[in-house]
């Protein structure tokens, strides 16, 4: 029987070579896999089924094409890959158009009608989960009957493997037209659109679906500026009616924007964590609107989409509207949390301030005059001004309390810094500062001098001026770069390291010797000029602004401690060696991940070292960088001397496997990541640098 398919096959297609016909793919993401490899490049699955290599044609060729056929139709039950100008149940493929964590969709043809055909793989059922969604939304599409929605032609579930046809929509996306014609947009094109997007966002969730997770990438324009929602942007998901309006007002947002603040203060996670923001350049009635519609708080949102549809509808002219301005911005966001209110509250708040005003006044007072002896007495007592204090301080010398000696520069935490976030002194630390004044003026005592270390301390490794292949394991000079010396630690930094200036950060397991993790860039970019306070050295780092406004330069001279760039960080990890990890070609010597650790941090330096004497560059955390975030930084390099990443950015790069990546493409060596650095990740944490 198997000899009978295989023949019928192979004369149908003209097979020649069974290295032509049998692709190896992950079940999972439908990544093309390379013979021999344990872990699918891609998301790190490990491959269940190696597809046998077949022997000669010429010896025992009944068992070769048995076990050839059996292992291709392994593969085809995952994985369907279509070539141009092949048939697929009636449709004649045009191209691949791209791949989601579905399936992979097409360009195809049918009856002279392009459509977009999606072949699901067949990993999207095996999670019951997964699988009742997919097939509750499918099941919906196709009861979607509107000019407003991609037309869904077929879906078929029992086919293997399952596709689905949607009709093809010819025009631009809201995300091509932000990009590349923005000069399109306007506020009265945007209303336009969104009085028909919630037209048809109602019509979705009678369906029992909703927009919620709809994108400038899920709308399409056809001609005349109708939109079209793509199949992709509807989901089946039982959702509050106000998320479908948050949405919405995002989408809108986000089209209004200016192309420098699109990406940066209209994105879904910053609006539901961030209070809203107004739009430049936009009427203030309409954002008033869009900030009861953003508003972080689902409570405090328009209620319903009917309700937005109403507001929007009852918004004045554009033209004649009064234009929000930057200057604008403050007293907008003051208003917008409650726009029905008539009368502002400003007695209230007056009457607030002038209290704590006044309770401030008297406790200066209190401190820093005798006004408590004016008061309560003896009579004649005039009002003096006595300095700040504590108490009744004794005229005679003699009588003064011991001024307290301050412990060994290694023992102490920085009191304050210029960036105002480090920890203050214990209370055992804390001294008179006038005191401390006289005793700096008193010609008897002669100051210690702050003595810079020139080189740090045993938990650094000086890594030598070299040349190396960077973002690759194998010969390429058009990618050597040559980096100077420079310091690095052995071990990612400790809790116990970082709690001894910042606030304790919510790790991910508490422990003083295991890594610090889910701490912010920025943050880490504080504590290196903290720590360099305390050793006396010059800070790296040049931080100006707060908040997300936050701006931070380097000083590369500087002999301060600083992060990374990601050439030195690579350069350090790889150790003067090609291989897969940091140390070795198996994990298992050099690193914690998800095979052995459980999914726990473990204390640094359990592991081998790489050749450098450094430990956990491959797994337990990934580590912070230098550099912002580029994906084609490391294939057009723009200086291939001591590079340090893109001038400009909004993501900062990620470097390194931790402990829940599995052996394979995500513990790479040259594994690169990307975050946001506001915030603190899970299993992310750094090392420390130090130029010579």
């Known amino acids: 029987m198997w000899a009978s398919k295989w023949s019928a096959w192979s004369t149908e297609h003209e097979f020649h070579h069974t290295e032509d016909v049998i692709a190896h793919y992950c079940i999972i993401c439908g990544t093309n896999i390379p013979d021999r490899a344990k872990f699918c490049p891609n998301c790190g ?3 269940e089924t190696s597809l046998p290599v077949p022997p000669e044609p010429a010896a025992q060729p009944t068992p070769v094409v048995s076990d050839i056929t059996h292992a ?3 593969v085809n039950a995952n994985f369907t890959l279509l070539d141009p100008g092949e048939e697929f149940r009636g449709y004649k493929i045009l191209r691949m158009l791209n791949k989601d964590a579905e399936g992979i969709k097409y360009i195809a043809e049918k009856a002279g009608i392009e459509y977009v055909l999606k072949v699901f793989y067949k990993s999207s059922f095996h999670n019951m989960d997964t699988l009742f969604a997919l097939q509750m939304r499918l099941s919906r599409l196709n009861h979607l009957k509107d000019v407003r929605v991609a037309k869904v032609a077929e879906v078929n579930q029992s086919h293997s493997p399952a596709y689905m046809a949607v009709e093809y929509v010819h025009g631009v996306s809201l995300a091509e037209l932000k990009k590349y014609n923005p000069e399109r947009i306007t506020e009265d094109l945007v209303r336009k659109l969104s009085l028909t997007l919630i037209s048809t966002a109602q019509m979705v969730r009678k369906q029992g679906l909703t927009l919620s997770s709809l994108t400038l990438n899920g709308v399409m324009l056809k001609d005349g500026d109708e939109p079209v929602i793509l199949s992709s942007g509807i989901v089946y998901e039982e959702v509050d009616e106000r998320e479908d309006v ?16 699109y ?3 209209y994105t879904e996670e910053r609006l539901k964590t961030s209070k809203f923001v107004p739009v430049v350049g936009v009427t203030m009635d309409l954002n008033r609107v869009l900030a009861e519609c953003l508003h972080r708080t689902i409570g405090q949102r328009i209620s319903s989409l009917q309700k937005m549809q109403e507001a929007i509808q009852k918004l004045p002219q554009v033209e004649g509207a009064e234009i929000c301005k930057m200057q604008d911005r403050k007293a907008l966001e003051e208003s917008a949390g409650d726009t029905s209110a008539t009368i502002p509250k400003r007695r209230v708040e007056f009457g607030f301030w002038a209290l704590v005003i006044g309770v401030i006044v008297v406790i200066g007072l209190l401190f820093t005059t005798n006004i408590y002896n004016v008061l309560f007495g003896a009579d004649g007592d005039k009002l003096q001004l006595t300095g700040f204090h504590f108490g009744t301080e004794a005229e005679d010398d003699s009588l003064r309390a011991p001024v307290v000696k301050l412990p060994p520069r290694e023992e102490r935490r920085p009191s304050q810094t210029t960036y105002g976030e480090l920890k203050n002194f214990s209370d055992v ?11 700096a003026q008193s010609p008897s005592v002669t100051p210690k001098p702050v003595v810079k270390a020139n080189r740090p301390g045993a938990g650094f490794v000086y890594i030598e001026p070299g040349t190396f292949g960077f973002g690759r394991l194998s010969d390429n000079l058009a990618h050597n770069v040559s980096l100077s010396g420079f310091y690095i630690s052995k071990y990612e930094v400790t809790q116990a390291q970082w709690n001894r200036f910042m606030k304790p950060a919510n790790v991910s397991v508490v422990g003083d010797r295991l890594p610090v993790d889910n701490v912010s ?15 006396g050295l010059t800070p790296a780092y040049r931080i100006r602004g707060v908040g997300a406004a936050r701006v931070v330069n380097c000083d590369f001279d500087a002999n301060g401690y600083r992060l990374p760039t990601e050439a030195e960080w690579e350069y350090a990890a790889k150790g003067g060696k090609l291989f897969n990890y940091s140390g070795s070609d198996n994990p298992e010597d050099i690193a914690w991940y998800r095979d052995n650790s459980a999914g726990k941090l473990r204390h640094s330096g359990q592991k081998d070292p790489n050749a450098y004497g450094l430990y956990d560059f491959t797994g337990n955390v990934s580590e912070w960088v230098w550099d912002w975030f580029d994906a084609n930084y490391v294939r057009a390099l723009p200086t291939f ?3 340090r990443g893109p001038e400009t950015g909004t993501q900062k790069a990620i470097r390194g496997g931790n402990v829940m990546n599995s052996e394979g493409r995500n513990l790479n060596i040259l594994w690169r990541e990307k975050g946001d650095p506001n915030r603190g990740y899970q299993f992310v944490g750094f090392r420390l640098v130090r130029s010579k």
């Open 641 to 643: 001397v001591n590079p």
């Open 45 to 47: 699955e490990k491959v």
């Open 521 to 535: 860039w920025f943050d880490i970019a504080i504590f290196c000029n903290g720590l360099s306070e305390e050793d």
């Open 246 to 261: 948050f949405s919405l007002g995002a989408l809108m947002a986000q089209l209004l924007a200016q192309n420098t603040l």
């Open 263 to 265: 990406m940066s203060l």
């Open 429 to 439: 630390d804390r001294i008179d500062p006038r005191r401390l004044s006289q005793q």
């Open 72 to 74: 291709q139709e392994i």
